[in-house]
């Protein structure tokens, strides 16, 4: 589904990008011909409304979360080590077999008590 086929021309290819009437991350990256499932790592995706994307095992080392939506995610088996979740709405995402060490997060809605202590205990740094 997923190609890295170099694009013909570039600013064609931004183009495409800023006139999708898509904001959902997984249309946007078949567009940019990348695999969410792989490409991800170290992408600033601050304040991006993910809200139900399907993100398993995705490769989210080091990405930017800030303040984005990921209310009623599938994360499960993600690798968000090194990840900034602070902010991020998490309510009703999967964090199960999540790998969060160093992952940061703080002032996030819908993230229970026993769940800050699942993350610490997997790494994470929660204030």
Not at 21 to 50: C, M, S, W, Y
């Amino acid at each position: 589904m997923y190609s890295h086929q170099p694009q013909s021309n570039s600013l064609d290819f931004i183009q495409q990008i800023v006139e999708a009437k898509t904001e959902q991350l997984t249309e946007l990256a078949k567009i940019a011909h990348i695999n969410p499932e792989e490409d991800l790592a170290g992408a600033n995706l601050r304040g991006v409304n993910l809200k139900g994307v399907d993100l398993n095992h995705a490769c989210l080392r080091g990405t930017n979360l800030r303040d984005a939506d990921l209310s009623e995610a599938n994360l499960r088996g993600a690798d968000l080590r090194g990840a900034d979740l602070r902010g991020a709405d998490l309510r009703g995402a999967d964090l199960n077999s999540t790998q969060m060490i160093g992952a940061r997060l703080g002032r996030n809605i819908g993230l229970l008590e026993k769940t800050k202590l699942y993350l610490r205990q997997r790494g994470a740094i929660v204030n």
